[in-house]
């Protein structure tokens, strides 16, 4: 059951005129009212003929009438309109049952609470079948104002307690994390003009579109502005930003004066001072060594930023907590860019997964963003760079991708964030459809030129000795053929296949893989493209490092160790 409290208004007899009217597509069938305040001679033009608008609005507006009359300055936003709207599988409500609900909303939101005898009227109409509207008139019969501070979250509340009583379907409660839902008047606008979106979803995509390519919110709003968006910042004297609204070319108003959008009234990510914490959190010094290794592609890059995130989802503090949070809302960001960059053909489900996972990306948890540097760094990297991926890095890519977002919807589920543990899902089955059609070719390739059966037959035995209790698996999948090719190259290459398997089977666990075979493939083409490790350089690189800082290791010194991937920072740079 579905609530939704519109903007106060100041037209009680034009709002009864929606009501009892035919609608805008004649979809109003029977308006009357259900319940009210009181159904004791109260006037129901529905029922009967003799009663009018004008005279059910006087009634409604009868103790604002007094008010303003007693004290002079007119109350002009006295209007409070709800609709409730039944699921599309949900039995058939009773007008008596839907009075019963009227009551429980009212009573929720403050504007009549049970046993008040001088709380504000209010009425209940019904002309449809599956939902009904809720008006009232908020100056209470002693002409003081109702508190309806929250009154969204309170009725939201008991909305799930009417699903369960009533046995209707159960949805999820509400975090104030959500985007605004379009209203009525937009998504006929939107239709009108032609649009597939409405301007604020539309806005939204671009302003998260643009994310990935900017470093602070001034280069953001110019970004928004060289891509044809109208923006209207807001600055103080000393020319600093202190906030932003956005304008859709062509959304203009009645008067012909076009219309801005504040960000914060988008999606609540996508305020100022949230886009700030995001863009322009100083990154950690980052250590030579680090520099060094670090792959020579955007591609590989953002894959070993992904490799360093490991699924904890219990026990975990609050800063942990707030690490991982950042690195969920950098994880959006990194979808959103390979979705930029990736070839054509692979762009579709990846932007649909980065649309599914806007939601997930933010919680009631605060974020620490200068945990997710890595991340950040590695989606404005793909998002500048002017070259695509090979396929095998495009492959891998996704498949991290996918992975990631596995470890984000446990996350938000072993925390309770059913709404963004449900985007998050949503995204995974998106990035799966794109991990599959990015490999496809690469699997093609691999098959083609799989090892003899000699060989075959000495990888399966490494694969039963590097991880027995998946081994089945992995060699009944019709992936198994290129995975020994991709064995065969990197044994060619100095690298070992026992070794490699393990390191691959921590990073991604097997169980709950539906084809481990194809997850092994992009996991050790990643890793071995580098040359194999030399023990015993490492070994004299750690010791010189460590005597050279008062004798202390430095953390991105310490010995290579494999880990399961992790949404907190790891100690550890594989």
């Known amino acids: 059951m579905i609530s939704a409290i519109k903007p106060a208004g100041a037209n ?111 009425i209940a109409v019904r002309h449809a079948d599956d939902h009904i509207h809720i008006l009232a008139t908020t100056v209470r019969e002693d002409g003081r104002r109702p508190k309806l501070h929250d009154s969204g979250i309170r009725v939201g509340n008991e909305c799930r307690e009417i699903e369960k009583d009533y046995g209707l379907r159960r949805l999820t409660k509400g975090d104030r994390t959500a985007s605004r839902r379009p209203t009525q008047a937009e998504m006929h606008k939107a239709e009108r003009l032609g649009w597939e979106q409405t301007s604020r ?197 996704t498949a991290a991708l996918l992975w990631a977002a596995i470890l984000a919807a446990r996350w938000h589920e072993a925390k309770g964030h059913a709404h963004q543990a449900d985007a998050a899902r949503q995204a995974v089955q998106h990035l799966q459809s794109a991990a599959d059609t990015a490999l496809a070719p690469t699997l093609t390739a691999l098959e083609a030129r799989r090892p003899g059966e000699g060989t075959r037959r000495t990888l399966a035995n490494d694969v039963r000795a590097a991880v027995p209790e998946h081994a089945d698996r992995i060699l009944t999948d019709p992936g198994w053929p290129g995975l020994a090719t991709v064995l065969a190259d990197a044994e060619a290459s100095g690298h070992k296949p026992h070794q490699l398997l393990k390191e691959a089977a921590a990073q991604r666990e097997l ?11 992009t996991r050790i083409q990643h890793t071995s493209r580098n040359p194999p490790p030399n023990r015993r350089a490492e070994a004299a690189r750690r010791r010189s490092v460590s005597a050279s800082a008062f004798g202390a290791p430095s953390p991105n010194d310490q010995p290579r160790t494999t880990a399961a991937p992790t949404f907190q920072p790891s100690r550890h740079r594989r």
């Open 12 to 122: 009680t007899r034009g709002l009864l005129a929606y009501l009892y009217g035919p609608g805008r597509h004649d979809e109003h069938l029977d308006p009357h009212l259900v319940t009210g305040f009181t159904m004791l001679a109260m006037p129901d033009p529905g029922r009967d003929e003799n009663a009018t608008l004008t005279e059910l609005g006087h009634y409604l507006d009868e103790p604002v009438r007094l008010r303003n009359s007693e004290f002079g300055k007119p109350v002009t936003d006295h209007v409070w309109h709800c609709p409730v709207r039944a699921a599309p599988e949900d039995r058939h409500l009773s007008d008596t049952e839907w009075g019963e609900i009227a009551q429980r909303i009212v009573h929720a939101a403050g504007i009549a609470p049970e046993g008040d005898d001088l709380a504000c009227r209010w």
């Open 201 to 397: 979803e539309w806005l939204q995509d671009q302003i998260r579109a643009a994310i990935p390519h900017t470093t602070s919110a001034d280069e953001l709003l110019a970004y928004l502005e060289a891509d044809d968006i109208l923006v209207k910042p807001r600055r103080g004297p000393s020319g600093d930003l202190l906030g932003y609204a956005v304008g859709r070319p062509g959304d203009l108003n009645k008067n012909g004066e076009q219309i801005y959008h504040p960000g914060g009234k988008i999606a609540p990510d996508l305020s100022l001072p949230k886009l700030k914490a995001r863009l322009e959190t100083s990154a950690p010094e980052e250590h030579p060594t680090a520099r060094r290794n670090r792959p020579t592609t955007p591609w590989h890059q953002a894959t070993e930023a992904l490799d360093t995130l490991r699924p904890e989802t219990t026990n975990t503090s609050a800063d942990e907590d707030a690490r991982t949070q950042a690195n969920i809302s950098a994880l959006g960001e990194l979808i959103e860019a390979t979705a930029q960059a990736a070839p054509d053909d692979h762009r579709a489900q990846l932007r649909s997964a980065s649309a599914a996972f806007a939601r997930a990306q933010r919680s009631q948890i605060r974020a620490e963003h200068r945990a997710a540097h890595a991340l950040r760094t590695a989606a404005r990297d793909i998002a500048h760079t002017a070259t695509g991926p090979d396929g095998s890095a495009l492959a891998a890519l």
């Open 511 to 521: 169980t709950t893989a539906r084809q481990p075979a194809r997850v092994l493939i």
